[in-house]
């Protein structure tokens, strides 16, 4: 999702409470900016950010953190912020390329990635967001229990990211390729593009992985 540039829209986010933005200085120290040693959960990709804010929503207990590399689309999750503070949310601008700058060895506990650019081209393959390159940046940061929970509907897109899962030796904990007609879809969140793509009859697909 690339909104046309909104004049403003980085002012708007340098300013807003709801970003941090000196994030290389929190690493290792995220509990600091909750104030409390809850476990943190990760949207890479978060959009317009109605998923993670949902999630923050009926999980008071977890803190999330999304992160987003456009200002023109994080500036709509502010906007939504503002009517309805969630004290367990925060966001990050940034490129996720960069996730180990910022989170410690075991300082994430899961991790969400929403209908990720496919990038379908071979040699912008290492952009995407299931690639060996950035399996190997969440191995980095996360804790040996987490989760990685991966959803789209681009078909190709997904059997390379459970083909790349299985080549990085992750386990393979849920694979479904019909989510909503599925024993998974109890509690599932919808995201911004999850709503629109499946009223458009598109199934939806989704990879739960852990590491070995
Ligand atoms: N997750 C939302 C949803 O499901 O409705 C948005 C999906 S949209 C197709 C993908 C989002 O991921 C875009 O907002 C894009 O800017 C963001 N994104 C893609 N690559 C990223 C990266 N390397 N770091 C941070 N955000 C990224």
């Keep these: 999702m690339r909104l046309r540039n909104i004049p403003g829209s980085r002012e708007t986010i340098a300013e807003s409470p709801y970003v941090v933005h000196d994030e290389e200085s929190y690493k290792g120290k995220w509990h600091e900016v909750f104030g409390n040693d809850h476990p943190i959960h990760l949207e890479i990709g978060t959009g317009k950010g109605s998923f993670i804010m949902e999630n923050a929503r009926r999980n008071p207990d977890i803190n999330y953190i999304g992160i987003e590399k456009y200002s023109s689309v994080l500036l709509r999750a502010l906007q939504k912020m503002e009517q309805e503070e ?5 966001f990050i601008r940034m490129d996720a390329e960069y996730i180990e700058n910022v989170f410690e060895k075991d300082e994430i506990d899961n991790i ?14 290492k952009r995407r967001l299931t690639s060996d390159r950035f399996l190997k940046r969440y191995t980095n940061i996360m804790k040996k229990s987490g989760k990685v929970t991966f959803k789209t509907d681009n078909i190709d897109l997904f059997e390379y ?49 852990s590491q070995k």
């Design 161 to 209: 990211s459970v083909e790349m899962a299985k080549e990085c030796d992750w386990n393979i904990e849920v694979v479904t390729r019909d989510l909503h007609n599925s024993e998974y879809n109890e509690g599932n969140i919808m995201t911004e593009y999850e709503k629109k793509f499946s009223q458009l009859g598109n199934k939806i697909n989704m990879m739960i992985i």
């Design 86 to 90: 969630l004290p367990n949310l925060v």
């Design 112 to 125: 969400f990635l929403n209908f990720s650019d496919p990038w379908p081209k071979d040699r912008t393959a």
